[in-house]
């Protein structure tokens, strides 16, 4: 047997270790970095940069880009087109337009006081559409997606909204919100390419009415008018439960199909493999949250 010097085996734990970036850095740097511009002030920049951040940890008093804190998020978004915030979300509270909650656009920001003093604004996310908005999270520690009409916590604790888009850009559809495809899986929702649950986009009053038993759907399509007796009898005869989330695309009434929903990603990832195999292939895992 090769005999391996102690020395090595330690050099090569420190050569592998040291290649690894840490996740979440013990010392966070504490200077302020204003982002670069790197794109124009668009929707489709801000919706795509959303979409590539979600997942990102949380690390305080980071502003990218590779952490954020929820101010440091907002902070990065708007600094990377061009747009000058304070770099605090008690400072960003202050400026730009006021906006009621009804009259909420892609893009605004949405202001909650989290701590004690239920006056202080602590917290801060960018509103989406349809109730859902992105945000910086210290309970999730990473970047994730939450809706307002879903959540007690965050509904009672807005204090404020703030417009900083110039109208021609909050006025532009973002493609998560518009219409779905019938029977094709949901441009609605984030990517899927790493095997992470989809955030699918419900209507308001489904959001508000959906069992609180979980959070993790298996979507099975999404039909113009209601779906085959034959395919809901296939799903029934496989001792699966199914929901119908409703909603208007012009003169149609379009029905999105959710099996579900199941507490654990074990248990949905478990429903998705006989879907797949005997209702629909083309399936996917949804989560509402």
């Excluded at 879903?150 to 998560?176: A, G, H, M």
């Excluded at 199909?257 to 248990?267: E, S």
Aim: with cysteine; hydrophobic share 30%.
């Amino acid at each position: 047997m090769r005999y391996i010097k102690p020395i090595t085996i330690i050099s090569t734990i420190l050569l592998i270790s040291g290649c690894t970036p840490d996740k979440y850095p013990k010392h966070p740097d504490y200077a302020i970095h204003k982002p670069k511009v790197k794109c124009k002030a668009c929707r489709a920049n801000l919706d795509r940069m959303v979409k590539q951040l979600q997942g990102s940890p949380y690390v305080w008093a980071e502003e990218g880009p590779d952490y954020f804190d929820c101010s440091g998020l907002t902070y990065y978004l708007y600094g990377s087109m061009g747009i000058e915030l304070p770099r605090t979300a008690r400072e960003q509270a202050k400026v730009g337009k006021k906006v009621s909650f009804k009259d909420l656009k892609y893009g605004d920001l949405l202001f909650f006081a989290t701590g004690k003093n239920r006056h202080k604004i602590t917290h801060v996310g960018m509103y989406l559409g349809n109730g859902w908005f992105t945000h910086a999270s210290t309970t999730k520690s990473k970047v994730i997606y939450s809706n307002i009409y879903k959540s007690r916590y965050f509904k009672s604790r807005l204090r404020v909204c703030r417009r900083y888009l110039p109208d021609e850009i909050t006025n532009n559809q973002p493609s998560w919100q518009k219409a779905q495809p019938i029977a094709k899986s949901s441009p609605n929702a984030t990517s899927n390419k790493k095997g992470k649950a989809v955030i699918i986009n419900t209507p308001i009053e489904d959001i508000e009415s959906l069992s609180n038993d979980g959070t993790y759907y298996v979507q099975v399509g999404s039909f113009s008018g209601k779906p085959s007796h034959t395919l809901l009898s296939k799903i029934k005869s496989n001792n699966l439960h199914y929901r119908l989330i409703k909603f208007d695309r012009g003169n149609k009434q379009i029905n999105k199909l959710l099996i579900g929903p199941y507490k654990t990603k074990v248990q949905v990832e478990k429903a998705l493999k006989i879907v797949k195999q005997k209702i629909q292939p083309n399936a996917f895992i949804a989560e509402i949250r």
